[in-house]
């Protein structure tokens, strides 16, 4: 029996799969060698989504597990010197065979009897060895990107000592992954890597380089051995992994080769839609195909795809919807939404497809990443990309299982982003709305944010220039003179230039309730607030974001009515906060969720809001005088929803970290003494409702 290993515990920085909790987790120690492992889904098949080198750990699968999870049970490690799992000192412990033995070990432990791999880079020795030995363990084997040989030392790898470990380890991560991702735009998909590269140390990658290893003849030995059904995946922008090695290992396993172009040497990384699909045309019996029937034979059906980030963008896309089926009788609406949306869609009547609940909440997601009024809304949806992947794969699966004539996205990200990677993917006739156009740098943030804000802006103009098509409708909701004149990032169109030649105008906010016809009065009598009130609609918008703001806003109502005879308050805490953890206070009344807001927005004399565009809207539309406080490092409440209002000369901002209660106070008696804002330009709904009915 070998000695124990000489361990080092290393403080992990990886996160773990946040779009989904593993069914059972666990751990195998082999050899006095602890490596763990989770298992996602319940399906009577088994993927097991193999480790490969300690330059990252399970979560370079963030992007897979989801979706496989699925039709699947999904079995992943940390394979030995990554994650969670143990980093034992010397090369004899990173050795092929130890890779391959903690496979089946952990196939054991989790009570895995037959299970397909699916293997990347040096993973892929270990499915052979595994595959040839256990043939009866393995149903199929797939292999991305395989590396059939160690790191050669011009790359670097056999290079670190003692003090390259404190000096210039992340230097070479940064090198050796911009080798993967070769690619445009990799900034994020570098990012990721890296820091799981961190969450190793560059002793255990060279005790890895220097480990024993099945060489290429020795591989193809072991391919010549496997009888069961393999695909090899390779990107055709690999730097690293050459592509005789991919079609050598299908030649010798019989199997066949798919080569993703523009991918490198993480396909399932870089390429995460077609990977997926690809594992499940392979791995997985195909669903039923669609059986298409003539469109004349149907009524007419459009899906529509909200964004769950506040209530705004479902408010005016009822608006929408409604005056859209006056202009197509008959029109059937599937909506494709995330909670709170659905509370609205709910109370409203309408048809919520039921693949909803597949959805991963994008709120949530915000929301962890928020702190007390502060959401670096960029950074976020940056980090947001695996829930985006998920959200897009259950969109693809609903419009490739029904027909639909009409897609139309509300910022819906998810589409954007991954159908303009996989056009083939198109099957109806697109409408893309959004209310701004642009990400910008925040004050402050260094050369980082002006590169990364200035590089993502770069990828759209790029992409809508390389497949204008896509869209066959964009719409703006609103007006050109809405849309601030920054340009993209150095070098680049200015954003109401680009947006004016790639975009069809609303000519204004689409409001639900048009002010021309609503009784504002009537309203007020019917809402109970009586004629003598001063009325104050104090209201953070659809998440739980605006906590604090709120809870500031009802401390402030006692110096606020000693200066405002006749004064209340109306609260409204949303359907994601708890209104029962906000103060008391007298005069103040705390409702959770108020369904017809717009209304109350009209009814009432001054608002208090937060920094969102549709909120805010809905009071200059009413013109109504309010106060708005833009969330810290929020680019579009900062930039363009302040721009936009700049142009009807409505609301006051606000600084959150000076906003004391006699501040709030002395400002509300101010706005309430100003004179009205320039009124909003009517009937948008019903022209973008008349221009989406072009395409049906």
């Known amino acids: 029996m070998r000695a124990e290993p000489s361990v080092e515990t290393i403080s992990a920085t990886r996160r773990p799969m946040s779009t989904l909790e593993p069914r059972r987790s666990g751990h195998i120690i082999r050899d006095g060698v602890r490596v763990v492992w989770e298992l996602f889904g319940d399906g009577d098949r088994t993927i097991f989504l193999l480790p490969t080198w300690p330059i990252v750990n399970s979560r370079q699968w963030r992007f897979q597990v989801p979706y496989l999870a699925r039709h699947a049970s999904v079995l992943v490690m940390d394979g030995r010197g990554s994650g969670g799992s143990d980093r034992p000192r010397g090369p004899e412990w990173y050795a092929d065979r130890e890779f391959a033995a903690d496979v089946l070990a952990t196939m054991d432990a989790s009570d895995t009897p037959v299970a397909a791999l699916v293997s990347v880079w040096a ?44 000096r210039d380890y992340r230097t070479f991560l940064e090198r050796h992954f911009s080798c993967v991702f070769p690619g445009p735009h990799s900034f994020k998909a570098i990012e990721d890597c890296v820091a799981m590269g961190l969450d190793t140390d560059p002793l255990t990658l060279v005790a890895m380089a220097m480990a024993d290893q099945v060489d290429h003849v020795g591989a193809l030995g072991l391919a010549e051995r496997v009888r069961c059904p393999v695909l090899a995946v390779r990107g055709d922008l690999d730097e690293i992994s050459p592509a005789d090695c991919s079609e050598a290992l299908a030649t010798a396993t019989g199997g066949r080769v798919l080569t993703l172009g523009g991918s490198g040497h993480a396909p399932h990384l870089s390429d995460p839609v077609a990977v997926n699909l690809a594992l499940r045309d392979f791995l997985l019996a195909p669903a039923e195909p669609v059986r298409q029937r003539r469109p004349s034979s149907r009524p007419r059906r459009a899906l529509l795809v909200t964004s769950p980030i506040g209530l705004g963008h479902v408010r005016r896309d009822l608006a929408i919807a409604r005056e859209l089926r006056a202009l197509v009788p008959g029109l059937q609406i599937d909506w494709l939404a995330q909670h709170p949306v659905t509370v609205v869609l709910e109370e409203r009547g309408e048809r919520i497809h039921p693949a909803s609940a597949r959805l991963v909440s994008e709120s949530d997601q915000l929301e962890r990443e928020a702190g007390e009024h502060r959401l670096h809304v960029f950074e976020a949806w940056r980090h947001m990309d695996d829930v985006l992947l998920v959200n897009f794969m259950v969109f693809n699966d609903v419009v490739a299982q029904e027909n639909y004539h009409l897609w139309i996205g509300d910022e819906a990200w998810e589409i954007d982003q991954f159908l303009f990677a996989n056009p083939s993917l198109k099957r109806a006739p697109l409408v893309w709305m959004t209310d701004f156009v642009g990400s910008l740098p925040m004050p402050g943030k ?39 004149t920054d340009r993209f990032g150095p070098g680049l169109p200015r954003i109401r230039d680009w947006t004016e030649a790639h975009y069809r105008f609303s000519g204004g906010y689409v409001l639900e309730l048009e002010p021309g016809v609503c009784d504002c009065e009537t309203m007020r009598r019917e809402l109970g607030y009586g004629d003598n009130a001063v009325v104050a609609v104090a209201t953070v918008g659809g998440s739980a974001v605006g906590g604090g703001l709120l809870t500031r806003l009802i401390e402030a109502f006692p110096a606020a009515r000693s200066r405002i005879p006749g004064l209340r308050m109306v609260a409204v805490a949303g359907p994601r906060l708890d209104a029962r953890k906000l103060p008391v206070v007298g005069g103040v009344e705390v409702r959770s969720f108020v369904p017809d807001l717009n209304r109350h927005l009209a009814a009432c004399d001054i608002g208090l809001a937060q920094g969102g565009l549709t909120t805010t809207m809905e009071l200059a539309a009413y013109q109504r005088p309010f106060l708005f406080f833009p969330l810290r490092d929020h680019f579009e409440q900062h930039f363009h929803v302040a721009h936009r209002l700049r142009q009807y000369g409505a609301g006051r901002s606000m600084d959150f970290d000076s906003a004391t209660p006699d501040v709030i106070a002395d400002a509300m008696v101010e706005e309430l003494k100003r004179a009205p804002s320039r009124p909003l330009e009517a009937g948008a709904a019903s022209r973008i409702a008349g221009m989406i009915a072009e395409l049906l």
Do not use: C, Y
Not at 124 to 146: D, F, G, K, M
Not at 453 to 482: C, H, Q, W, Y
């Open 123 to 166: 993973g892929a020795r270990w499915a052979l060895i595994v595959t040839a030995a256990h043939p009866e363990r393995v149903s199929a084997a797939v292999l991305i990107a395989p590396t059939l040989s160690g790191p050669d030392s011009t790359e670097g790898w056999s290079t670190f000592d003692a003090d390259d470990r404190r």
């Open 446 to 484: 260094g050369q980082r944010e002006l590169d990364l804000t200035a590089d993502s802006n770069a990828e759209m103009l790029e992409k809508v220039a390389r497949l204008p098509e896509l869209r066959d409708l964009s719409i703006f909701i609103g007006r050109a003179e809405d849309l601030t």
